[in-house]
């Protein structure tokens, strides 16, 4: 959305608390702490699009996730991991409550 930003912590190939909305002020503080703190940060979108200090921005890697790496997470997660992922299927995390628009009406369409 726009002016609010999302931020999740991931270890051992899975999410360790939901990912949190924030805005600019909130994303450059939690940025700035991970790189200061030795913790790697990553974005599927370009660094320059954030409202971030250049000096922070050159330092966020850009990541996309793809079969390979999926498959190599798999074989070198645990059994207890694997186990769970099997549980419960992959579902769309939603940072704010969905908002479905109910379809039209055939009959009342003219």
Do not use: C, M
Not at 33 to 54: H, K, M, Q, T
Not at 91 to 96: N, S
């Amino acid at each position: 959305r726009r002016g609010s930003y999302w931020t999740a912590q991931i270890a051992e190939s899975g999410l360790l608390n939901e990912p949190e909305l924030t805005d600019a002020t909130g994303l450059e503080t939690i940025v700035r702490y991970s790189l200061s703190a030795g913790i790697s940060v990553f974005s599927f979108e370009e660094p320059d699009r954030f409202p971030l200090p250049a000096e922070l921005g050159q330092q966020i890697k850009v990541e996309f996730p793809n079969a390979e790496r999926v498959w190599q997470t798999w074989k070198s997660a645990s059994v207890a991991s694997r186990a769970q992922w099997l549980r419960t299927p992959p579902q769309p995390i939603y940072l704010k409550p969905p908002h479905i628009t109910p379809a039209k009406r055939s009959w009342l369409l003219k």
